[in-house]
């Protein structure tokens, strides 16, 4: 039988309910970080990401009148509405728009190094980019999140095993992007 902890947030639970916006304040205050680096992982754009944060915390708010304790952790629930929001800004393949600026050339003396990390970080970005939406947000939830297991299942609305298994299958993938081409017909 599992035993649910108590939710961390259950304190702000009556001010939500009661449509208190000081409530939602201090849920944004404790988790709003959580959720745009959820979302920006997922899509890869500032933008993108503030748009589903806020999305996220809106519908938080339409919920919470009707919110039945117990079932789910208040930050467990806002990640799940994430993730689907993202799903669906990838499901729909909407252009991307940068907010980033071109970088300016380095002159420090440890720029070489820096290049070549932020070259790797670039390669990694592009092959977690390149995965389906489903193992990306495992990926994201799991490794960069650090959300556990049984919670990542439940945010994705699947099984401990079926979110084992997108893991399984989202290493792969990513390692069979990330080698270079002759590793990986030696593989």
Request: aromatic share 6%; proline share 5%.
């Amino acid at each position: 039988m599992l035993m649910h902890l108590p939710d961390p947030d259950a304190d702000l639970l009556p001010g939500l309910r009661a449509g208190q916006s000081e409530a939602l304040s201090a849920m944004m205050d404790r988790h709003l970080d959580k959720i745009h680096a959820l979302a920006y992982y997922m899509l890869g754009e500032t933008m993108a990401a503030e748009d589903v944060a806020q999305e996220s915390f809106i519908k938080l708010w339409q919920a919470a009148p009707n919110w039945r304790e117990g079932e789910a952790k208040l930050l467990t629930w806002l990640r799940r509405v994430a993730t689907n929001a993202c799903l669906d800004r990838l499901r729909k393949k909407q252009p991307i728009y940068t907010d980033q600026l071109p970088e300016r050339e380095d002159a420090a003396d440890l720029a070489e190094a820096n290049m070549i990390g932020d070259e790797r970080a670039g390669a990694v970005r592009e092959a977690l980019m390149g995965l389906p939406p489903k193992q990306r947000a495992a990926i994201t939830l799991s490794y960069y999140r650090h959300v556990p297991q049984r919670d990542g299942a439940d945010i994705l609305g699947v099984s401990e095993k079926a979110y084992e298994s997108l893991l399984v299958r989202a290493r792969r993938n990513l390692k069979t992007a990330l080698l270079p081409a002759k590793e990986a017909e030696i593989l």
